[in-house]
């Protein structure tokens, strides 16, 4: 089985980066130590490798399918789902009144990259079901919470995400799923649904769908959206699923990755009337929606980064062992062959992975972290807190899941012929990392959030924090030697970063909302740079401090630190100032493109 995680790197992250073991000194967490965290993340790493890495290929191989009307997957997803819910992560995170270990968001995060990294599709259906949990803990009533949050908490019942529509993918303001008071609170929803994932199948008692509909006689756009709860069998006064509620399986969408999750085509109100709950207030689902979203978002950039990583590890360990070539030096076709690592090339790829995985590792984990202060951290900085993670959420997404999908592409190209056969992995998480940069939102979806929202949201606060932030951790490097021509990197990254956007906000009265979002991408790839060089530093910093006491494997281990961060200052970092530079020209080539020239 190939190695599909470093749990010295996922350890160096949580607590030489973030120290995450104090945070059993804020009062949520006071019953936990580090040993804890361990325990669970040994506990993870022990599910994820027996019961989700052994079924990987399988499940890609052989496809969710339907017969006699329902959907068959292999047998060996349903014990993963077993397995995951006998060790009590559905709810780990929740309070203890509600069953769970009230466990950091930070440390869930790195449960969770487990499976992602051991088996991407089969994790799906955990990852959706915590999702929508999270959700009804903010906004269900009591009772609601009573009836479904319970079950699915206990990993009984699972639950999905339900957007998109055939004629509205990304363009939510579009739907036109109704739904019709029925008089008893209730409402009768018709319409269907299209890309939902785990949206079908036999895994669990119920599915709890969160439908996003318009109530009939609601203003069209997105104020015009409500959230209900729609479950595929209704709910007796005994709280268990009884009779269908006419939630119809209309097929199945065959991907070219994640192939182990369902993909639906739903239709609700087909064949009898399906019946919804409204969630909070009329007119209010996109915004409760978003919290579900932006759980979600950050959670694909975690997963594009354990798909890269896995890709990373394989290709690392194949090129250990390949034998082929000599040194350029060497003219003695009878000598030895050497392992291709000694190829200065190999070794490039391998770095620019290294320097993308683990740098988009220290990004989703921070992030993570930054879920926590929200929550437990000093009330006088979560104003702050808040606005630095907005800012930070469509790179956390779209960052990883780009730059993963050319580090995957590396790690084929270490392999060879190798790479893109069935016998290795990697085509695999190369076919299944393509759907990160469509998942929640595409790349131009991020780019405008960021530009156009998150950038200038408080009077550009966000952006304000994150450059404190940075400024703080360049200060702090500059004792501790080696880690100049990093920091050199990253201060003109920050400076053109900074000029570029201050340049495009003095110019946007002038422009025009259209013109102004243009290259909403080069800032996304800008400010995206920007943040990994800034992760890289805090990295490099540890190792710096460490390594003198460092020996063996660890003193190798910081080592590679540093010259990653090295590599990524020299190798990408530069690659800020084109980005900048178009972004602050405004340029119009995209523009002005009249769709008759194409």
């Not at 970092?573 to 900048?580: D, E, G, S």
């Amino acid at each position: 089985m190939a190695p599909f995680l470093s749990r010295r790197d996922l350890q160096f992250q949580l607590y030489e980066v973030l120290d995450t073991a104090a945070l059993p000194s804020r009062s949520r967490f006071a019953e936990h130590s580090r040993e804890v965290y361990d325990d669970v993340l040994a506990l993870a790493y022990n599910v994820a490798e027996r019961y989700f890495a052994n079924h990987t290929r399988e499940a890609d191989l052989n496809e969710p399918h339907v017969i006699g009307g329902k959907v068959k997957l292999v047998p060996a997803v349903a014990e993963a789902m077993r397995a995951f819910r006998d060790a009590g992560f559905f709810s780990a995170h929740h309070d203890e009144a509600l069953g769970g270990l009230q466990l950091p968001w930070v440390v869930m995060q790195a449960v969770q990259a487990h499976f992602q990294a051991a088996n991407i599709g089969s994790s799906g259906y955990p990852f959706l079901t915590i999702g929508n949990a999270n959700l009804l803990r903010e906004f269900a009533s009591e009772e609601q919470k009573q009836k479904y949050l319970m079950p699915l908490l206990e990993g009984r019942w699972f639950g999905t995400m339900a957007l998109s529509e055939p004629h509205a993918g990304s363009g939510l303001a579009d739907i036109t799923t109704t739904a019709t008071p029925r008089g008893d609170g209730t409402y009768a929803i018709t319409g269907t649904k299209m890309w939902i994932s785990g949206g079908e199948h036999e895994l669990s008692e119920n599915i709890v769908h969160l439908v996003l509909a318009r109530i009939k006689g609601a203003p069209a756009g997105v104020k015009g959206i409500s959230l209900f709860i729609v479950p595929r069998y209704r709910v007796g006064e005994d709280g268990k699923p009884g009779a269908s509620n006419h939630v119809v399986l209309a097929g199945l969408n065959h991907k070219m990755g994640y192939r182990g999750t369902t993909n639906t085509l739903l239709n609700f109100g087909e064949g009898g009337e399906t019946v919804g709950e409204l969630v909070g207030q009329p007119g209010r689902g996109l915004g409760h929606m978003f919290h579900m979203m932006n759980e979600a978002r950050i959670g694909v950039g975690m997963g594009a980064v354990m798909l890269g990583y896995a890709g990373y590890l394989a290709s690392l360990e194949y090129a250990r062992e390949r034998r082929q070539g000599r040194h350029a030096g060497n003219k003695d076709p009878e000598s030895e062959t050497v392992p291709i690592i000694r190829h200065a090339d190999v070794r490039r790829l391998l770095l620019r992975q290294k320097s993308v995985v683990e740098g988009s590792l220290a990004l989703g984990l921070y992030a993570s972290s930054l879920v926590d202060d929200l929550h437990t951290g000093p009330e006088e900085g979560r104003t702050d807190t808040a606005l630095l993670l907005d800012l930070l959420t469509p790179i956390v997404k779209s960052w990883p899941s780009k730059y993963s999908q050319e580090a995957l592409s590396d790690a084929i190209q270490v392999m060879g012929g190798a790479g893109y056969t069935r016998d290795y992995p990697v085509e695999m998480y190369y076919r299944d990392n393509r759907l990160n940069p469509i998942h929640e939102g595409t790349e131009g979806i991020q780019g405008n959030d960021l530009l156009g929202r998150k950038v200038t949201q408080s009077g550009g606060r966000g952006l304000e924090v994150l450059l404190a932030r940075i400024g703080a951790d360049l200060t702090a490097s500059e004792e501790l030697g080696g880690l100049g021509e990093i920091r050199e990197a990253l201060q003109k990254a920050v400076a053109q970063s900074s000029a570029a956007l201050l340049t495009l906000l003095r110019q946007a009265p002038e422009l025009g909302p259209d013109l102004y979002l243009a290259n909403a991408n080069s800032a996304l790839e800008m400010l995206g740079h920007t943040v990994i060089g800034w992760m890289w530093l805090r990295q490099a910093a540890v190792a710096a401090r460490t390594l003198p006491q460092a020996r063996g494997d660890d003193a190798d281990f910081y080592r590679g630190k540093l010259h990653a961060a090295r590599f990524f200052a020299v190798h990408e970092l530069p690659k800020v100032r084109a980005h900048a530079d178009l972004l602050a020209s405004a340029d119009r080539t995209t523009f002005d493109m009249e769709e008759a020239w194409f």
